[in-house]
């Protein structure tokens, strides 16, 4: 859309107010909000925020930071507020020098993109979104008591979430977003919803506008979602599956007839080329404490860095080798990641394994929650990182997704990440306390 049909939709649509939105490097979503009256100011990258404000971007003396909306991400949101109606606008970051910010986690994306578009790749992002509803205590304030006792793929009255969770659909429907798939996850009050492929930076985009929504409608509903990703012990954690297609020249380059797997020397460049640096990835792909509670044996997540087009014990799997359909499926991201950040780094080590012409090992078609430490030695698989500690030890060392995220944020992910796990380390749990507090 251009300016004047934007200005044409907002007073059809009678919008009042529009959010100027934009992430921090850990992906929480900010806004600036405006009134129609200072839309023009907005259009013309006009509209100033203090950086300095904002997690992980600048410090005081060089706070002034611009807003440039993308005319491609408005949208009016389906809802009404009791100011009328909203819409918004995705936001890129600049500097007052009117140059690219380098701590815009949606320049980091936009700048690997470009090397693909340099290689002759065009990228599309599926994802899976899972996501907690529990209910609220009666001041509204979210509880762990989950609102059903439905597992996978169960239906109303058993999921009570249903009605709920059909509206979030109906809501990214109305937005234009292209829902694949939803359906009751494993654990209780557990869901997932899957949007279709989408370009990747238009697919990041929509995941925190998915977070956004699928929130607002909880709430409605008086639930409250969470991305947390493992909420509760026990039971299974929420990920973000990512499916990931490359197109070259118009054609899936993931797909060869020819081989054994239909799959292609450029799809095994790039399953190579996320095996290869999946450790450094975790860091940004499973950014908080929790994320490791989740990466544990026994609840379908992956821990072991290998492939298949078999099971789903992996980190990698190739669910299909149609023409077409061919793709490669990243199960370690969990949903409480940077969505620009963590495509960012996804991307830039499966172009490396391309441009390195590298090859994964043979797929492993076992069931790697049941093989035992010697056999998975002998075939030489490797796990995932088992704390964020341990994740950002093997960041440090990976100058490849380093160079991807940029000294900027390299720098303030490490140092804050390296603060909460100091803070994680002196707090007192409560497993703690029922461990030793009678014990001793």
Excluded at 16 to 44: C, P
Excluded at 118 to 143: A, H, R, S, V, W
Excluded at 337 to 343: H, Q, S, T
Excluded at 363 to 385: A, F, H, M
Aim: charged share 30%; net charge negative.
């Amino acid at each position: 859309m251009d300016k004047n049909e934007i200005l044409r939709k907002i007073e059809e649509e009678g919008v009042e107010f529009i959010y100027l939105q934009f992430t921090d490097i850990f992906g929480i979503m900010k806004n600036v909000a405006i009134t129609v009256n200072e839309l023009e100011r907005a259009l013309n990258n006009e509209i100033v925020f203090d950086g300095s404000s904002i997690d992980g971007f600048v410090r005081i003396e060089e706070s002034d930071m611009y807003l440039y909306p993308d005319l491609n991400t408005f949208l009016v949101y389906p809802w009404y507020s009791s100011f009328g109606r909203e819409a918004r606008f995705i936001c890129d970051i600049y500097d007052s020098e009117g140059k690219p910010f380098e701590g815009d986690p949606r320049y980091v994306l936009k700048k690997v993109l470009k090397e693909a578009e340099e290689m002759g790749y065009q990228i599309k992002i599926g994802p899976e979104c899972e996501f907690f509803l529990f209910n609220t205590d009666e001041f509204g304030k979210p509880t762990l008591v989950t609102h059903d006792d439905a597992s996978y793929f169960d239906l109303a009255p058993v999921d009570l979430g249903e009605n709920a969770r059909r509206e979030m659909v109906l809501n990214l429907n109305k937005m234009g977003y292209d829902v694949e798939a939803s359906h009751h996850e494993v654990a209780p009050g557990q869901h997932e919803i899957d949007l279709k492929n989408d370009y990747a930076l238009n697919a990041a985009d929509k995941i925190v506008t998915f977070k956004q929504v699928v929130r607002k409608i909880a709430k409605n509903h008086g639930l409250h979602a969470t991305f947390m990703p493992k909420p509760i012990y026990g039971i299974a954690g929420s990920g973000l599956h990512t499916n990931i297609f490359v197109y070259k020249d118009g054609k899936n380059a993931f797909y060869d007839k020819e081989d054994k797997y239909n799959l292609s020397k450029d799809a095994y460049g790039f399953i190579a080329g996320l095996m290869e640096h999946s450790k450094a990835i975790s860091a940004i792909t499973n950014p908080n404490i929790n994320s490791y509670k989740r990466l544990v044996s026994g609840y379908e997540a992956p821990i072991y860095i290998s492939w298949s087009c078999k099971n789903r014990s992996p980190l990698i799997r190739v669910p299909s080798r149609l023409d077409k359909n061919a793709r490669i499926e990243l199960r370690s991201p969990d949903p409480s990641c940077n969505p620009y950040l963590a495509l960012a780094v996804i991307i830039k080590a499966g172009l490396d394994g391309i441009k390195r012409n590298m090859m994964p090992c043979e797929p492993i078609d076992k069931n790697l929650y049941e093989i035992t430490i010697e056999e998975r030695l002998e075939v030489g698989i490797e796990t995932l990182p088992q704390s964020l500690r341990e994740a950002l030890s093997e960041l440090k060392k990976d100058d490849l997704i380093k160079e991807a995220l940029g000294q900027h944020i390299y720098n303030r992910f490490i140092e804050a990440k390296k603060l909460e796990w100091q803070e994680y380390k002196s707090v007192v749990t409560s497993w703690e306390v029922e461990r030793y507090l009678t014990k001793y």
